[in-house]
């Protein structure tokens, strides 16, 4: 069974309703995102002249209305649907595979969770069930019966009397409590700062629309400048690189709305001997507090104990960006000579191929990625009252897989066994297409599946869920 296409799958799912919950948390009073203007019937008109759909709005005012109308939104819950075609062709021959997710998922103080995967090809079909819960995460996985899956029939013998389904339980860790955690929310809320986002009209009210991947590289380039100065500075200390422009730009965007104190109730998530070493927070802002750690005396004792080699600084910041790094990694690292700038932009130079090897991977075809293509991008879609409905997500992956090229000892290419010479690896290229679509759409009363009678394993045998 492929459990690595479906484990992608179920994990991408709970991945994108985390997304969700996140991107539409209500914030607190003071993160700024209150109505920034526009058209209280859901701006369909501007000056009195009618705004046609398919218009792209570039009025800053009317922009930031849909900015806030997400910030604000405040959903109980969510169902969700997504299909991922996989599809690789190596001359005349062409193998598919179709993978289906449905789910829901109810937000709150806790989060919960359904998910159901099915993975049906050539080899026949598969699923994939997962249960997130506050008491942990449920599973179950195995080969369908037929050529397709059906989720109701297999939801239905979970809690069969004689040889039912039985599930496998996880300790789901601090993953509901993150997800429920107020900083955590507003943290990957406010991401969505750091991308251009697109605001166009549509048939029924608006849409909100991110190219992540162009996101991503326009971020990195913004990075080349922070990581230009440290190649040029193999001094620069912990404080001298949040120092930098780009820097403490993104913080500030990332910690928006987000208080001190909530920041340190996500760090509790933490090791207990290594949060009870945070001090005390109040509901100052988060950035503040992050950086007076770097700047406090007594927290840094408390954390390296003054010992070697951190007795000869007094404060994080103090801390040369060279040693940081080496303590990380666990070995001496010279910054200087990984030539970051560089190295950075060539990452941006090849993240479209890296993406599509990333994905292709999944497909357990192995080779050298070309002629990759990849497109990825999130929408949210408004009413005309600019309450939130929904978001989608589309993603493409495209690209030739040529096998590694194989060399006998000598380095002459090898021969078959009539004398001529092997095909080439262009020959020998698989064409791989990979597509995505999952949307969401938000719900007060999202119905998850009760899972009272099912059974699951431990280790003296089967318990059932009370």
Same mark, same amino acid.
């Given at each position: ?126 699923? &994939?069930?997962?249960? &997130? ?78 190219? &992540? ?222 597509? &995505? ?10 119905q998850l599946f009760d899972l009272r009678g099912c059974k699951y394993r431990t280790e003296s045998g089967t318990s059932e869920i009370g």
């Amino acid at each position: 069974m492929k459990k690595k296409l479906l484990s992608f799958a179920l994990s991408g799912m709970l991945a994108f309703g985390a997304l969700f919950s996140f991107s539409a948390c209500k914030p607190q009073s003071g993160s700024g995102s209150g109505n920034a203007g526009g058209n209280s019937t859901g701006g369909s008109t501007n000056n009195n002249q009618t705004i046609k759909p398919g218009t792209v709005i570039t009025d800053e005012t009317a922009k930031s209305s849909i900015f806030s109308a997400l910030a604000e939104a405040d959903p109980a819950g969510l169902t969700y649907a997504g299909t991922v075609s996989l599809s690789a062709a190596q001359g005349a021959q062409t193998h598919t595979q179709t993978i289906a997710l449905e789910g829901a998922m109810l937000l709150g103080k806790s989060v919960s969770a359904d998910v159901s995967v099915s993975l049906e090809g050539e080899e026949g079909a598969q699923y &994939l069930l997962g249960f &997130l819960r506050e008491s942990g995460a449920y599973f179950a996985a195995g080969d369908a019966e037929g050529e397709t899956v059906d989720f109701q029939a297999l939801k239905a013998q979970l809690k069969a009397e004689e040889e039912p389904l039985v599930l496998e339980k996880e300790d789901a860790g601090p993953l509901p409590a993150i997800f429920a955690a107020p900083a955590a929310v507003k943290l990957l809320k406010n991401t969505t700062a750091l991308f251009d986002g697109v605001v166009t009209k549509t048939e029924g009210g608006y849409s909100l629309s991110f190219d &992540l991947l162009e996101g991503a590289k326009n971020f990195l380039k913004g990075a080349e400048a922070v990581a230009g100065a440290i190649d040029e500075a193999e001094t620069m200390t912990v404080t001298g690189l949040v120092s930098q422009k780009f820097v403490g730009d993104t913080l500030t965007n990332l910690f928006r709305g987000i208080t001190a104190k909530e920041l340190a109730s996500l760090a509790e998530l933490l090791p207990e001997e290594l949060s009870s070493l945070l001090p005390e927070a109040d509901d100052g802002s988060a950035k503040d507090y992050l950086l007076g750690l770097l700047r406090s005396g007594d927290f840094y004792t408390k954390v390296t104990g003054g010992e070697e080699p951190w007795s000869d600084y007094k404060t994080f910041g103090e801390v040369p960006l060279s040693k940081a790094v080496s303590f990380i990694a666990g070995e001496e690292v010279d910054l200087s000579a990984l030539k970051l700038k560089e190295t950075l932009s060539k990452f941006g130079e090849e993240l479209e191929n890296k993406l599509a090897a990333l994905l292709i991977d999944l497909l357990s075809i192995e080779g050298e990625v070309g002629e990759e293509n990849v497109d990825l991008s999130l929408a949210f879609s408004f009413d005309e009252n600019k309450k939130l409905l929904g978001l989608t997500l589309d993603a493409l992956a495209e690209g030739a897989v040529t096998p590694f090229p194989e060399q006998d000892d000598g380095g002459a290419s090898p021969e078959n066994g009539n004398g001529d010479p092997v095909k080439t690896a262009a020959e020998d290229a698989t064409k791989v297409h990979i597509g &995505l679509k999952m949307n969401a759409t938000c719900t007060s009363a999202p119905q998850l599946f009760d899972l009272r009678g099912c059974k699951y394993r431990t280790e003296s045998g089967t318990s059932e869920i009370g």
